[in-house]
């Protein structure tokens, strides 16, 4: 059980969250080495999230599992909430930004957002494209460049001005929509 994230590095910010990541050990388990199981922790974390409001101090707490061999967030401060020490320390860096990508990104995706919902599409495929898109831009992000990437600073501004709960919240009233009848 770690914390990660943000609040383990120096770059916390008013708007960052506590990062609790359990890593499972299924390695010991051929039968527990599928794509399913990934499923399933996805969407029990999500659940679980949705359900709960767990706050240290005052900051909201995100629950996250996943099994050992998927990697943390590179160059991120990484601290045992069992063994009580840093597995991988927070390091200070010069940062250069590249804030008009992060700009010009969000911008982007904000309007393909306002855009679907003022087309009031239930088209269900399109905005889980969405949804999909902005997952994958993340994690390629947080992949290939760490926590300041321009495609995770940019999840966290869609993030902070509502823009994931407004086309999470959208799809889920045209899923409602589509699975009522009258």
């Not at 494209?129 to 997952?135: G, N, P, R, S, T």
């Amino acid at each position: 059980i770690v914390l990660t994230g943000s609040n383990a590095n120096y770059n916390w910010t008013s708007h960052s969250d506590l990062d609790v990541h359990l890593l499972l050990n299924n390695e010991a388990c051929e039968d527990c080495q599928t794509p399913e199981l990934e499923d399933c922790i996805q969407a029990k974390k999500i659940l679980w999230n949705d359900r709960h409001e767990i706050n240290i101090y005052g900051i909201p707490v995100e629950i996250y599992a996943t099994t050992r061999h998927e990697e943390l967030v590179k160059d991120s401060g990484t601290y045992s909430l069992q063994h009580y020490h840093w597995i991988a320390q927070p390091q200070r860096k010069e940062l250069s930004l590249d804030s008009a990508s992060v700009i010009a990104k969000s911008q982007m995706i904000m309007a393909e957002i306002d855009q679907a919902i003022d087309s009031k599409t239930n088209d269900e495929q399109d905005l889980q494209e969405i949804l999909d898109k902005i997952a994958q831009m993340r994690q390629s992000g947080l992949d290939s460049f760490g926590e300041f990437s321009v495609e995770n600073l940019t999840f966290k501004v869609l993030r902070t001005n509502g823009y994931l709960d407004k086309i999470k919240g959208y799809f889920k009233q045209v899923q409602d929509h589509s699975l009522s009848l009258g």
